[in-house]
């Protein structure tokens, strides 16, 4: 193989597909014999505006895909073989699609983690030689885990749209996470990368999988993603563990209310009656995921109304509950949504994914962007000592080919 050096700019590479294509020339033999079957797929990145940790409670949410996202470019080969290298470190890591082994304990695991679902689902990963290039950030809450598997499946099925219903793919890509990675997450981040809209934020009912998009294309509003500066502690143990959380919770008011199967089910007056026979801790969680559920459509109707300042006021009152009930936050988040809540333009400010630090996602009036982003970085040391990241992100359309 070629020898390969570190790109000097790999997210510029990103945007660029056509240098992305060169780059993998470069790498590659195969690919400089074969220059016109080379493909650029890329896939998104996610922020969500409001309903957090309802998508495994079978609920609402509302994310929108952000243009920043991972692209691969892509030879495919039938040698049965994917190498893969990194344009930011040029680190490879290479594995047999049609024989996935054990986790490797790196990034390709969640490639060949994709490669295992399709396999499982009866779809043939074909082997490519690929080089990747990323401009959205790791660890930050972003779904850098999701974009870089919605991507591998565009990857591993020869660089064009996989053979399934995208719904299916969504669903495929989630098993790849929770049977291969061992994270029991919702569907919400790989149907945001799958399905996301220019200008659009994305409502999905996580139940009967309806979804439809919802119009962000307010000149004056500005989506603006402020990373904590402290990488997102997701411990896989502390995610299932609220997702066991919420399911105990469903089991005991099972016992009363026939027919209840998740915290869909339930309301806020049967989750007060079963209280006295529940873990407090327990209780709050469930109750956190009751009341977003409400806040999410509430948001909507707010959001087509045009009333931003409920929408602004359901934000801070999410936040609020993951801090609270569902102990998901962190100080730092908290500061940065206390900044934010301070600052003149900001509507509503919100921890968005997961939690455990991570980003939060603040909207912002567009002619108030530059101020908010000298006051995050001017406080935001200041109290905590870390060096934030500010990104306006702009709603985007979901995985593609781009050449
Ligand atoms: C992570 C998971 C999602 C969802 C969010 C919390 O991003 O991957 O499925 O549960 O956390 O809303």
Redesign the pocket.
Known sequence: MATVHPDPDPTALVRDPVALARRLAAVSPEAAARPADVRVVHAPGRV?LI??????NEGF?LPVAIDLGIAIAVLPTDDGIVRLTLAETAETGEFEPAAVGARQGGWIDYVAGIAWAMAEAGLAPRGFRGVLASDLPQGA?L?S??ALEVVSAWALSGGDRPAVDPMRLVHLV?RG?NGYIG?N??????FASIFGEAGRALLLDCRTLDHRSISMADDDLALVACHSGSPRR?ESSA?NERRSQCEAAVAVIAQTVPGVTSLRDVTPAMLEAARPRMDAIVAARAEHVIVENERVLAAIAAFEAGDLATVGRLFYESHASMRDLFGISSPELDALVEIAGTTPGVIGARLT???FGGCTINLVRRDAVDEFRAVVLRDYPARTGLVPRVFAVEASAGAGRLI
Request: aromatic share 8%; no cysteine.
């Open positions: 969500n309903g957090e940790h309802t998508d495994y949410v809450g779904s885990s999701a989630q996470e994270l997450n919702g569907i919400m981040d790989q997701l995610y994914g997961a939690g």
